[in-house]
């Protein structure tokens, strides 16, 4: 079932007339049905490469947040075998909208961490919307130090909105489980990698997004807040969420320019939702090449380089 943006109207129309003349072809059509579906195949082909090509910062956030993008759980199946979740934070309980655990990539041993959005309504209920709470940094806390004890780097997929803004998480310490999780992220004496695969939002992404190397998907945002919780703050008016999102710079284009992540993933024409298998296959070898850079680098040296990584931001545009 696809679903299409609004600012792919065009090809939603090319592909509707393809599938009534599919419908037709299946019924006996002629060898002028087939010859008008290969020829409105290439123009529906055509037309998103042109739209995809010239993607505001705005499409790119309506992209980075298409129900049908792949996620954690996609990523983690395409790419980690023998994955063994793990779960709780041996203080409070266990939040289902950060995974984590340990398994295998491309035969080495990994630990993964990342925000799980949800693909229906159960799901996205379930794992908050990728929303993490207190317990969610912690359990990723406690992850990292295990895999920092055992000698295992780690992979952190990052796709959130922010952390949970509710009164439960600010009692159970909010800012501080975050804090701490930076932290922890800083301190890794393995090498450790991030992706932003969709959204990376705020401190709720940073948190685990702390890393020797920030990787992000083509259509990806990472932003300290959303377009529109920045037009509300700046305009009283969320509806300007298209002009916050051109004004804030939050494309992976954006970030690279200024030195934020290290590497773009580029997705298949028309997003990652559009081929997930090829955007995921892209992901583990863009991952891939950041731990084998890493991978003979000892212990302090891996943290005397994400530190100087992190220090430098900003240097050339005070």
């Known amino acids: 079932m696809r679903s299409y943006l609004d600012f792919e109207k065009p090809v939603a129309e090319i592909e509707a007339k393809i599938d009534e003349l599919r419908a037709v072809g299946d019924t006996g059509g002629s060898e002028a049905i087939t010859d008008e579906v290969s020829r409105l195949e290439v123009k529906s082909k055509l037309a998103l490469q042109d739209i995809y090509r010239e993607l505001t910062p705005w499409q790119k956030t309506q992209v980075a947040r298409h129900p049908l993008r792949p996620h954690c759980v996609d990523y983690i199946g395409g790419l980690i075998t023998d994955f063994a979740p793990l779960a709780g934070d041996r203080k409070f309980g266990d939040d289902d909208a950060i995974i984590g655990g340990f398994g295998r990539f491309r035969g080495d041993s990994i630990c993964v961490i990342g925000h799980e959005k949800g693909s229906d309504t159960e799901s996205r209920l379930k794992h908050n919307f990728g929303m993490a709470r207190p317990e969610g940094y912690r359990k990723a806390v406690r992850l990292m130090e295990m895999a920092d004890r055992f000698g295992i780097p780690v992979i952190c997929l990052v796709d959130t909105a922010g952390a949970y803004p509710g009164i439960g998480a600010e009692e159970r310490g909010q800012a501080e489980a975050i804090a701490r999780s930076t932290e922890t992220c800083l301190m890794l004496g393995v090498p450790n990698v991030a992706l932003i695969l969709g ?6 992404a940073i948190a685990i997004a702390t890393a020797n190397r920030v990787l992000m998907m083509e259509h990806a945002v990472y932003s300290v807040i959303s377009p529109e919780g920045a037009a509300s703050i700046l305009w009283r008016d969320t509806t300007k969420a298209q002009e916050a999102a051109t004004n ?27 081929d997930p298998k090829a955007a995921i296959m892209a992901a583990g070898e863009a991952i891939s090449q950041a731990l084998s850079a890493l991978g003979n680098l000892d212990r302090e040296t891996v943290r005397q380089q994400r530190r100087e990584k992190f220090l430098a931001m900003g240097r050339n545009f005070g």
Do not use: C, L, N, W
């Not at 959204?199 to 709720?204: A, L, N, V």
């Not at 494309?251 to 559009?274: L, N, S, Y």
């Open 199 to 204: 959204e990376g939002g705020s401190g709720g």
């Open 248 to 274: 804030m710079k939050i494309t992976a284009q954006d970030m690279m320019r200024f030195g934020v992540i290290d590497t773009i993933v580029q997705e298949p024409t028309g997003g990652a939702h559009r």
